[in-house]
């Protein structure tokens, strides 16, 4: 059944690709999302802790027999639900919404799913490696600007590199190809500490954790729906999956941990920061992202490991919260500046209600986190509340700035594409066990900064273009790595091809050839001479075989 | 007793076509440049016959035919055939220098025939003196004033050489009392102690074949002259005499001379070695065709001697096979430059064959493959020669003599990168005249052969062995 | 299994045939008939056929020469011509006669000397067949040098090499290279005639061993661009704008590679090791420096070639490997790369070709085959999971790493860089800057054909199900 179901999707993906990009678009929108639909409603229908386990041989070369693998239980069955999940929101919201090449997108992220799928069910490192990499060429695929595309694949072409790398190191040494194996590879690795370290790396570029969080910044030059899908149900979350997947390996370097405390810290204080001071609105939600994601690896890195259905209904309650902002950017008829906004909510109430719903969902799954590390989980409800009610406040309370265009046109966003978030919000709360008191508490507190903004000086910042404008992370690479390399490799030209190779060795050659036809060009002048001294030359050899030879 | 000169039929025959020939030219100058043609293609003709038919008669201890000279023989008149009927039209309306050529062609090949079968010394140096100063009367043939002063240089050697081959005879029948080859042989082998003066005779014969074949330091004549004379003469003078004196220097160093010859194996390969560079510089350093294959020629010079210098039965079996393939191939490169010609005329000069395969691809296809084999790459049959040759040295531990005759090609490979990149990669610059249909048959027919012996080499090293064997 | 045996020689014969059919053909320049080049496409199918006959009939799981045919060439010396195939050659020839074919397809629309062109690449597919298939010291040799005619005539006649002296160069270097080849085996011979596969076996004195391995080693490395030989087959490979030309000029270090693969012996001699450290250490320097030089150059050719280079290098670095376990991975991943280098390379001349010495920038974008076959290419080009090079890359890089970590993380590096050099190219072929946009070309670009565009497509898809499963084609 379940590869029917597979097949249905690859189906539809390979449908909605093969069609005209912009030719009835809504009607192969909703295809794709009855398939998913559908896929939903069959999973549902083998309950929450099925045992599926489906081994294909796939390859089988020398040195390399790889399966196939399709597992659904009990630990990945949320997780499965939570992309299919997101899979349809993106696919509904691309259906209403405005997008271009609706078509080639939803095939895309359809093939996504799967290929997303592939790696929750992979069972080998082989399969989570090709999983990632066919996700990052689907991602790449999908993103529809060049300064975002050359960000994206850069860096996770040197990600998937370095998992490459890493795995040919633990695949040659021995290591089986099975992920349940890694554990072993203390035991019997070497170059512990490099495969720990580049290990997480590589998945820090894949999440767009800080520092390398310029990858995602360049996104928010795509449709907003796109955006969300790239941050939440693509590579961001590969890179998660792999860390999942791998985390036996993190145990083996001392650096592993502490290193990923850094990273994780810093990403949901930097995503924090940004959500905050940066004006752009698709920006805030990649900050936003980074934040969630600096959270979610928080968690692995302090040894608390989120539980599958806690991830799943985080990441969904994450990706919703996305979708509000992608809400009121539809109804501020695109407007992209959160400083151009101001003053929707007398406009926008229906979407305000919306966002309360969505934040009290996001809240209470934090709540139940506090059971596996409390102070993560209120570092993490204190943070998403000073943000969330930072950025709504401006938008929905402070003073307007929209000009009149946008302000006429204000309104709530078509039901089609409200009611879906609304669904998933309640499915949410219906997951997560809702603390009313605490969650009471917290509306209130969140409630009281929406409406006193204590960090309205902050406001000023939209108004510094250098900060706004500002790549340091890119400008850093730039002017640390790609520069130097590019000045170096044309001093090498010079020195070693041009000044060395041409210059020297091919001329000495040609000269000592030249120097050899002069010298030739000289004893051959036809003269009488000439030729009596070549028989002298003649005689004279004869001569000295004769005495000392012969 | 008289029935024994039946081996001497086909050089009679050949000197019955040269009187013919002088014959019709004392009878009527005018219009009988085609009859000087006719009479030289039937006189070769039954010649080759007849030495195929007496391929074994002996005359007493004076002549002998065998596989070996009988071989030699009939490739010197097949491919003098060749050449003269490729080129006769070279001479319409020339008839007295149709008269000298055909005719000095004709004494040429008497002359090597005889050397060739020969078993008196005395004989031998007649007849190959002579072919000196035909060589020499050749390349006068409608030779420009340059040229005159350069052959007259040349006669001076020819005489300074002739006279030392003289001499050396002379000493040697001095001292031995015979000339005969059988006579010299026992004498050599029964007396171990050999004097100055036999020393000295062997010394001076030996460089007489090495003037004659054109072995540096002794090559300084062989370019000059070949650049300064008519076509048809400069591929005689190129293909022939090799043909003649290599093997007649094998016959004696082997038969006649070997116990000598040890002594003199370091001369052999000090010069082989000396003729492979200069030949090989030489051809990079010239722009007229003419002198660059000469120099060519040089290399390849070179490589028989270097090769051949211990007169063993395998590296003599790797350089006659060499040296078979590359009068071949040389043969095949001149009947292509007979091809090529503008307004009439022969072209000579690296210049006139610009862009030639836009015009003329199959000459010029012929060209590169016959190059590229002289260059000793497989599949063409020159790698053969190649082959033979370096297994030979190999064979005998002669590591260094192998690494520089198979380093030395790249030089001289060079040289021949230059014609191919004028013939294909540069633009024309004349019309070539339309192209005589005998030249295509003939390049056809080697083109033919050389498939055929490179796809089943087995019957040309047999052959060789066959006709090494009545030697050894 | 006998009546297969046969099939061997035809795969070096049919493309000789098919030479002297083009040869023949009619051509005509005015009505722009293709007849040469229609022959020698329908030639490369046909051997493309013979060789799918000869995989169907190959034990995948077996080590050696799987058919092997021999004939006696000569008595004196007893040569004896021995021709075999087995699944590495397959693939490598295979991947060739695509390469070729890819090559052919698109100088469909080149008038100049088209039937030479044609002529001269059967003979060289010919002679690299052959040269796959030798399985002694001869033919080895005899087609290794063969290689270099057909490719030296086309490169002077179509490769717009304005130096002659750098063709001669190109030319002599190879020769050098072959001369060096010759005297090994001829004392390789002399000592003992043994099959290429029991080279091992030949047991050379002292100094002997270390110069008649050099020599091999030499011989071979002449035709990978390895420092300082990189220079003249960079600067032949630049110039050529000519697709076939620029294909078969960078399958020449193929046959380098693929002598070291087939001569090295598993069990090298002991007396070789420091010098094989040397071999090493250059390789992989030279593979820096030309990384680096390809990521500063914007020159695409340049930047194809540098990227062949490296991976050329790190084949041969895990060829190097004292362990046989990686050959059928390395021919897999050959397979992939072949055709992927020479479908990029017909793109980029269509694309040469269109705008002539105008900028090239974002001139993809107008173009949308192209751009799609192009992007496809340059990812599966780089590493991503789209072609037979990704897995197996990874258990040649695993090799590598297993054995010196230090150097694979360096040629890691290399290709990193070459990779990263190939997506600039393809952002700056894909995306216009402003300034193009904002002054659009004044000449029309022409997309590729829809032939063209199906054609490559179908490469896209061959690739793909090499992904799948390299062995594809034999179930």
New interface residues.
């Given amino acids: 059944m379940l590869i029917k179901l597979l097949f249905l999707i690859l189906g539809a993906a390979l449908i909605s690709e093969l069609v005209p990009k912009n030719k009835l678009p809504v009607l192969w929108s909703l295809f794709s999302s009855t398939a998913v639909l559908y896929f939903i409603y069959r999973l549902s229908l083998i309950g929450l802790s099925p045992e599926i386990y489906i081994n294909y041989p796939w390859l089988k070369i020398p040195n390399l027999s790889v399966n196939l693998e399709i597992v659904i239980n009990a630990a990945n069955i949320y997780l499965v639900f939570a992309l299919l999940l997101l899979s349809l929101l993106v696919l509904i919201q691309n259906t209403f919404g405005r997008e271009t090449a609706k078509n080639s997108v939803n095939g895309l992220v359809l093939l996504n799913l799967l290929s997303t799928l592939m790696l929750v069910f992979a069972g080998n490192y082989m399969q989570m490696i090709v999983a990632v990499g066919v996700c990052d060429v689907l991602v790449f695929s999908s993103i529809d600007n060049v300064e975002a595309k050359k960000k994206y694949i850069y860096a996770n072409f040197l990600a998937d590199i370095g998992l490459l790398s890493i795995f040919a190191v633990i695949l040659g040494q021995g290591g089986g190809l099975e992920l349940s194996e890694l554990a072993k590879y203390a035991q019997f690795g070497h170059h512990k500490d490099f495969v720990a370290i580049f290990l997480l790396i590589c998945v820090f570029v894949k999440s767009g954790l800080f520092l390398f969080h310029g990858t995602y910044i360049g996104l928010y030059s795509l449709g907003f729906n796109r955006l969300n899908f790239v941050l939440y149900a693509a590579t961001p979350l590969t890179g998660y999956l792999v860390l999942l997947k791998t985390e036996s390996l993190l145990q083996i370097s001392h650096y592993s941990y502490p290193l990923m405390q850094i990273f994780s810290v810093a990403s949901v204080l930097w995503g924090a920061i940004g959500a905050i001071v940066i004006d752009h609105i698709k920006e805030k939600a990649v900050y936003l992202s980074l934040m969630f994601w600096g959270l979610v690896y928080a968690y692995t890195a302090f040894d608390s490991r989120l539980e599958n259905l806690d991830f799943s209904l985080l990441l969904t309650a994450s990706f919703l919260l996305s979708q509000i902002l992608m809400l009121i950017y539809t109804a501020a008829s695109n407007e992209t500046d959160v400083s151009a906004m101001g003053g929707f909510l007398k406009n926008l109430k229906f979407t305000f209600v919306l966002t309360l719903l969505v934040l009290m969902s996001y809240f209470s799954i934090l709540i139940n986190l506090s059971a596996v590390n409390a102070i993560l989980a209120w570092s993490g409800v204190i943070l998403l509340l000073i943000v969330s009610a930072h950025i709504f406040s401006q938008i929905l309370l402070g003073q307007s700035h929209a000009d009149e265009k946008v302000q006429a046109m204000l309104k709530n966003p078509s039901l089609f594409l409200c009611l879906p978030i609304a669904v998933a919000t309640v499915l949410i709360c219906y997951y997560c066990k809702i603390a009313p008191w605490m969650l009471l508490l917290i509306m209130t507190g969140w409630l009281m900064f929406f409406i006193i903004r204590p960090l309205r000086r902050l406001d000023a910042l939209y108004e510094n273009d250098n900060l706004q404008e500002a790549d340091y992370i890119s400008m850093t690479y730039d002017l640390l790595i790609v520069t130097p390399v590019k000045i170096f490799g044309r001093l090498l030209w010079l020195t070693v091809d041009f000044v060395f190779v041409e210059r020297t060795i091919i001329n000495s050659i040609q000269k000592a050839l030249n120097f050899m036809i002069s010298i030739f060009q000289h004893l051959h002048s036809g003269t009488l001479s000439a030729a009596i001294l070549f028989i002298i030359f003649g005689f004279l050899v004869v001569s000295i075989v004769w005495c000392y030879g012969g | 007793m008289l029935v024994e000169y039946i081996a001497i039929f086909p050089e009679a025959w050949l000197f019955f076509g040269i009187i013919i020939m002088c014959a019709a030219a004392w009878v009527n100058f005018s219009g009988t440049c085609k009859t000087f043609y006719a009479i030289s293609k039937w006189s070769i003709l039954p010649t080759i016959f007849l030495t195929a038919v007496f391929y074994d008669r002996n005359i007493a201890a004076i002549w002998e035919n065998n596989d070996y000279t009988t071989f030699f023989k009939i490739i010197i008149y097949l491919f003098s055939l060749s050449w003269i009927a490729l080129l006769n039209k070279r001479f319409q309306n020339r008839e007295k220098q149709s008269f000298i050529y055909y005719v000095y062609v004709l004494i040429s090949l008497l002359c090597y025939s005889i050397g060739l079968s020969s078993r008196e010394f005395w004989l031998t140096a007649l007849a190959f003196s002579l072919c000196q100063f035909l060589n020499v009367m050749l390349a006068k043939i409608d030779a420009d004033e340059e040229s005159l002063h ?1 052959i007259r ?1 040349y006669r001076i ?1 020819v005489l300074f050489f002739c006279f030392l081959l003289w001499i050396g005879i002379l000493i040697l029948y001095y001292q031995v009392g015979s000339s005969n080859y059988s006579d010299i042989f026992t004498f050599l082998t029964t007396n171990n102690d050999f004097s100055f003066l036999l ?1 000295l005779s062997f ?1 001076l014969i030996m ?1 007489f074949f ?1 003037f004659a074949v054109g072995v ?6 062989f ?2 002259i070949i650049s300064g004379c008519i076509f048809p003469v400069a591929g005689f003078l190129t293909i022939i005499p090799s043909l003649g004196y290599f093997p007649t220097m094998i016959n004696l160093l082997v038969n006649v001379l070997a116990p000598f010859y040890e ?2 194996v ?2 052999m390969v ?2 082989g070695v000396l003729s492979i560079f ?1 030949g090989a ?2 051809a ?2 010239e722009e007229n065709l003419h002198r660059l294959f000469a120099y060519a020629e040089l290399y390849y010079i070179g490589v028989f001697l270097t090769a051949a210098a211990d007169m063993q039965n395998q590296s003599l ?1 790797g350089t006659l096979i060499y040296l078979l393939i590359y009068v071949f191939s040389f043969f095949g490169i001149y009947t292509v430059f007979s091809g090529c010609r503008n307004k009439g005329e022969y072209v000579s000069q690296l210049k006139d064959i610009r862009g030639l395969s836009t015009q003329r ?1 199959f000459l010029s296809a012929a060209f ?1 493959g016959l190059m ?1 084999s002289l ?1 000793g ?3 063409l049959l020159g ?1 053969l020669g ?3 040759v ?2 030979s040295l ?2 005998a531990h002669s ?1 260094g003599l ?2 520089i005759i ?2 030395s ?3 001289l ?2 040289a021949y ?1 230059k014609v ?2 004028v013939i ?2 540069e633009p024309r610059n004349i019309n070539f005249d339309r192209v005589d249909k005998n030249v295509y048959i003939y390049i056809v027919i080697n083109i033919l052969l050389i498939a055929v012996t490179i796809l ?3 019957y040309l ?2 052959d060789v ?1 066959m006709m090494l064997a009545a030697i050894l | 299994m006998e009546s297969l045996s046969s099939l061997v020689n035809t795969v070096i014969v049919v493309p000789l045939l098919g030479m002297i059919f083009a040869a023949i053909a009619k051509e005509n320049i005015k009505d722009n008939s293709n007849n040469a080049l229609d022959v020698g496409i329908l030639t490369v199918f046909a051997n493309l056929f013979i060789l799918w006959r000869l995989a169907l009939k190959i034990d995948v799981t077996k080590d050696g020469w799987q058919i092997v045919e021999k004939f006696n060439w000569m008595e004196n010396p007893k040569i004896e011509i021995v021709l075999g195939i087995d699944i590495f050659s397959l693939m490598l020839i295979a991947a060739v006669h695509l390469a070729v074919l890819l090559g052919m397809i698109g100088v469909r629309h080149y008038a100049y000397r088209q039937k030479a062109l044609v002529v001269l690449s059967l003979m060289f597919l010919s002679m690299i067949n052959g040269y796959f298939l030798a399985s002694d010291f001869f033919s080895f040799y005899i087609f290794f040098e063969a290689l270099l005619l057909p490719l030296f005539m086309m490169v002077g006649i179509f490769g717009d090499v304005k130096k002659q002296q750098i063709l001669y160069r190109f030319f002599l270097y190879n020769l050098l290279g072959a001369v060096f080849l010759f005297i090994a085996l001829m004392v390789l011979y002399n000592y003992q005639n043994v099959s290429i596969r029991e080279v091992n076996r030949i047991v050379l004195a002292g100094r002997g061993e270390v110069l008649i391995w050099g020599a091999v080693f030499i011989a071979f490395l002449s035709r990978i661009p390895i420092w300082p030989s990189h220079y003249w087959i960079s600067s032949v490979s630049v110039n050529i704008s000519n697709p076939l030309v620029f294909i078969i000029a960078n399958i020449i270090p193929l046959s380098g590679v693929y002598g070291l693969i087939r001569f090295f012996p598993v069990d090298a001699p002991e007396a070789l090791d420091p010098y094989l450290l040397i071999l090493e250490i250059i390789s992989i320097i030279t593979m820096l420096i030309i990384a680096l030089i390809g990521f500063s150059k914007k020159d695409i050719h340049y930047k194809i070639f540098s990227y062949m280079t490296v991976y050329y290098i790190m084949y041969l670095l895990g060829a190097l490997l004292p362990t046989d376990a990686l050959l059928i991975n390395i021919g897999f991943s050959f397979f992939s790369y072949l055709v992927i280098v020479s479908a990029l390379e017909v793109i980029v001349a269509h694309i040469e070709s269109q705008i002539g010495e105008n900028n090239s920038c974002g001139v993809l974008y107008s173009i949308r085959r192209a751009s799609i076959i192009f992007s496809f290419l340059i990812l599966a080009a780089i590493g991503m999971p789209l072609s037979s090079m990704f897995l197996n890359n990874m258990v040649i890089f695993s090799g590598l790493l297993k054995f010196n970590i230090k150097m694979a993380v360096c040629i890691l590096l290399a290709i990193i860089l070459t990779s990263v050099s190939l997506l600039q190219q393809l952002f700056y072929l894909k995306y216009p800057s402003a300034e193009v946009l904002a002054s659009p070309r004044e000449c029309c670009i022409t997309d590729i054909s829809l032939k063209m565009f199906a054609f490559m497509l179908l490469i896209a898809i061959l690739l793909v199900l090499s992904f799948i499963n390299p062995l594809w084609f034999i179930g």
């Avoid at chain 2, 540096?216 to 004549?221: D, L, N, S, V, Y």
């Fill in positions: 350069r240089y050697f020393k010394v460089l090495l540096a330091p002794f090559h300084f004549w370019a000059g002594w003199f370091p001369v000090i010069f200069i510089i030489g990079n350093s079996i691809p590169l590229i260059i790459m497989p599949p790698f190649k082959l033979s370096v297994n190999v064979a590591y192998m690494a198979s380093f090609i790249l030089i490979a060079c990168l191919i990149t294909y990669f089943n080499p087995k090293i047999h062995e």
